[in-house]
């Protein structure tokens, strides 16, 4: 089993982000729970010079928040890097189950948006360039659960659903300008 994209998925993706035009050029990094986002992302970021990352993780709120999160992205990151200015976010603090403090999001050339839900409805069309990552279920399990362990494994099941709901209304995957096997 392979942890995470190859060279040439990285490379293909970092090429198509550079020939963007728009600047800041967005590239969203969407798929399910454990299909690799994160790790293609820092592996894209490294590719590109002028690239900055935003991670859902810290957008999400909370555990039964996926279908509210393309839209909090939208307001408070993607519309205002659109325009030019300043974008920032509250950081959604899992321990507390509440936001935390504003997150300024660094201006870039291209900023990398991960995590499901990213090229989603509202979100979907400050995307310059939308990837879906794909991988099958039992490696994706294994690699969310390896990764947060058990302060996830008792929402696993709950954030599936979410993500099979919010997906499939949307069709998200249909949506993406690249489909790319993480595995």
Known sequence: MSDGPSAEQVDL??????????RPAIVAID????????TFAA???ARLPDAGVVHLDHIYPGWDGLAATP???AAQVLAPLRRHEPAAFRQFDWEHDEFGPLVAVSPAAVVIVEGAGSSVGLAR???DLRVWLDADDATRKHRALARDGDAYRPHWQRWAL?????????RTREHADLILRTQ
């Open 13 to 22: 993706v970092a090429g198509r982000a550079r020939a963007i035009r728009t």
């Open 31 to 38: 798929g399910r729970s454990g299909s690799g986002k994160t």
């Open 43 to 45: 592996a894209l970021a």
């Open 71 to 73: 839209a909090l992205l």
């Open 125 to 127: 069309p400050y995307a």
């Open 162 to 170: 979410q993500e099979e709901q919010v997906f499939g209304a949307d």
